[in-house]
């Protein structure tokens, strides 16, 4: 039965207060195996502050991005349930749970975190731009991906360790369009894909720059689609 989790944070300059109490949230709720944080290219003044945080620490010495430091921390880990979650906090761990359970108690293979599932419970919503963007983005990824969600791009994602072992050698992606690789290699091998509604409060100071980032996921639509064209005539 599949019941270890482990838990990937993937953080770059995060506010350390808002992570240790996020920290200490997910360990109080999920009992998990460890909660990794994986530190992309830290400020020394953000290495100096983090001993107060109970987690264990890796740390990259180049920014490589949001899905490389995902895709090192899952490697890392011998858990039942890989699941990453994002640092900012934004993400009940009521709502990690949830779709950790997904994993656990319904077998599914990958489980998708959705703040535009019907079903969502949404606290504060992100600013009119961002907003805009993001369902624009989730309009065209359902028109030109074969799977068909809400949500892409949300800050929560599980996946079962043996699942990721076979998909993982397919995932080049090391940005934020790590997601939308994920998803589709993931559905491209047959394997069960489940969008959970979680509660999600948007929180300020958010790192991502959008015209860069906005750029990145059209971009990777596009290369996703064909990749995933050649890998099936590759079959």
């Not at 240790?20 to 994986?38: A, K, S």
């Not at 079962?160 to 994920?182: A, H, N, P, T, Y």
């Amino acid at each position: 039965m599949k019941n270890s989790i482990g838990v990937v944070i993937p953080a770059y300059n995060p506010n350390l207060k808002t992570l240790e109490g996020y920290v200490r949230d997910l360990d109080e709720v999920l009992c998990p195996d460890v909660i990794l944080i994986e530190i992309d290219d830290p400020s020394e003044l953000v290495l100096s502050q983090m001993g107060g945080i109970s987690a264990r620490f890796e740390v990259s010495d180049r920014k490589e991005g949001k899905g490389a430091a995902i895709t090192r921390g899952f490697n890392k880990l011998k858990s039942d349930v890989l699941v990453f979650v994002d640092a900012d906090g934004s993400i009940s761990a009521k709502s990690v749970k949830k779709v950790c359970d997904s994993i656990i108690k319904l077998n599914v293979d990958l489980a998708v975190g959705s703040r535009r599932h019907p079903d969502s419970n949404i606290k504060f919503h992100q600013g009119n731009i961002r907003k805009l963007l993001g369902d624009g983005f989730s309009v065209l990824s359902r028109v030109l991906l074969e799977v068909k969600l809400h949500d892409y791009q949300c800050g929560v994602k599980a996946i079962d360790r043996k699942v990721w072992e076979e998909v993982q050698r397919d995932i080049e992606r090391k940005g934020f369009s790590w997601d939308i690789e994920l998803i589709s290699i993931v559905s491209m091998r047959g394997y069960k894909i489940e969008e959970i509604p979680i509660e999600w409060d948007d929180q300020p100071g958010s790192t991502v720059k959008i015209i860069p980032t906005v750029l990145e996921l059209f971009n990777a639509l596009f290369t996703v689609r064909r990749k995933i064209k050649k890998l099936r005539e590759a079959e």
